[in-house]
């Protein structure tokens, strides 16, 4: 059985999910920041869909034109599909409102229910915490009616923004996370499988050794294998407590 029979949607899929959209700053940022909740979430049968905010034109290790070739063969790996835009560039993203209605015009045009950003914390890439504040703000104004800018597309409410966190330093400290159990070996296959395809990054450092120990701590602290970590920026809503997984305390 191959990697994509593996990662095909399981009887359990609903087709009525609506679609999740992840931001990068970077090809690779989603990857290795949360490749494995992707996983999870084609495999249940949701649509992905990916926006990267530059090609990695200001990297130490890459051409621009690897990374974009690289990307696109990871997100494939994952079941997702992507697009490109330009905004500032690699390592020259600044916050302006021209950017975030840019952002919520993508929001109009996907409609996914769920976004998933680069945290906000500031000691990070610089590209990444900007964009995770960009995001924020789009998904506000993708919400506004009257925005003349916007007016090409209806408005559109998002349920829930999580934020990811590409490197531990990234990990917010003022709120607690939701960890999603990536441990299936199916999901771990592909998540390792696309952050091999970043073979221009990895080669210079151990990037999915970082990450995979990071699930494992996350994992045990939970008593699973692997564990990713999402932080939401408002408290999620259920309407009831049976929709509640037990709590992650296991020591």
């Known amino acids: 059985m191959t ?3 593996l990662m095909k949607p399981t009887l359990k899929s609903q087709n009525n999910l609506a679609p999740l959209l992840a931001f990068g700053a970077h090809p690779d940022d989603i990857e290795f920041g949360c490749g494995g909740v992707i996983a999870n979430e084609t495999r249940a049968g949701r649509k992905v869909h990916f926006v990267l905010c530059s090609r990695g034109e200001s990297g130490t290790h890459g051409t621009p034109k690897q990374r974009t070739a690289e990307a696109k063969k990871a997100a494939a790996i994952l079941g997702a599909t992507i697009e490109f835009i330009k905004l500032d560039g690699d390592a020259q993203l600044e916050i302006r409102a021209t950017h975030a209605l840019k952002l919520a015009a993508i929001l109009r045009r996907v ?3 769920i976004v998933l950003a680069p945290s906000v914390v500031e000691n990070q890439h610089p590209d990444h ?9 789009a998904a506000r104004l993708a919400r506004f009616g009257g925005l003349k800018q916007l007016r090409r597309s209806p408005s559109h409410a998002i349920e829930q923004l999580f934020f990811y966190a590409v490197t531990p330093e990234a990990e917010p400290r003022d709120i607690s996370p939701m960890l999603i159990d990536v441990s299936a070996p ?11 395809a970043h073979q221009s990054q990895v080669r210079a450092r151990n990037y999915i050794e970082l990450q995979l120990t990071r699930a494992r701590l996350l994992g045990a602290r939970a008593g699973i294998g692997h564990a990713i970590a999402l932080f939401p920026n408002d408290p999620p809503v259920i309407e009831s407590l049976s929709q509640l997984g037990r709590s992650a305390r296991r020591f």
Request: charged share 30%.
């Open 186 to 196: 199916e999901i771990i296959s592909a998540w390792t499988a696309a952050m091999e």
């Open 111 to 113: 409609r996914p229910g």
């Open 129 to 137: 915490w900007r964009l995770g504040k960009l995001v924020r703000d």
């Open 3 to 5: 990697l994509t029979d």
